[in-house]
């Protein structure tokens, strides 16, 4: 098991694998809010458990810094996928990676980009890393 301290992370970057969102989480499905209430707590509790196993060790984010988080969506086929589309269906994960951290998630960075090259089911890969707020180029 990999052991991560804060300064560690604050180093270099933490990439965590994620399995593909759920279709149920797109702003544009239609379906009853049951089913997007269970959709959403299970990315929220699988984003926690996931960087849970990935850093144990993992102590809150200072007061000052920022998490940068870059989405890498790797598609389940060759289908063209809405990158604005799929970095919302992300909401339940990032609150789930905040939970973990135990900070707000105003203080994410987010960025996100579409692999060309299909995996069979999908992933996503969370790469997070802690940044003092001034080394941030706006």
């Not at 850093?55 to 086929?77: R, S």
């Not at 799929?86 to 990032?94: D, E, F, G, V, Y």
Request: hydrophobic fraction near 45%; charge should be positive; include cysteine.
């Amino acid at each position: 098991m990999l052991n991560v301290s804060l300064l560690t992370m604050i180093d270099q970057a933490l990439v965590i694998p994620l399995a593909w969102p759920s279709a149920h989480l797109s702003p544009n499905a239609r379906v009853h809010w049951s089913k997007r209430a269970k959709a959403v707590r299970e990315a929220r509790r699988a984003a926690f458990l996931a960087l849970r196993l990935a850093a144990p060790t993992l102590i809150k984010v200072p007061a000052g810094h920022v998490v940068e988080i870059e989405f890498v969506f790797v598609p389940p086929n060759k289908r063209r996928f809405d990158d604005d589309g799929l970095a919302s269906r992300m909401k339940a994960t990032r609150d789930g990676i905040a939970d973990y951290l135990g900070c707000d998630d105003n203080c994410f960075v987010q960025t996100h980009r579409v692999a060309k090259v299909p995996t069979p089911g999908g992933e996503v890969l969370a790469k997070l890393k802690i940044s003092p707020a001034a080394e941030i180029p706006v």
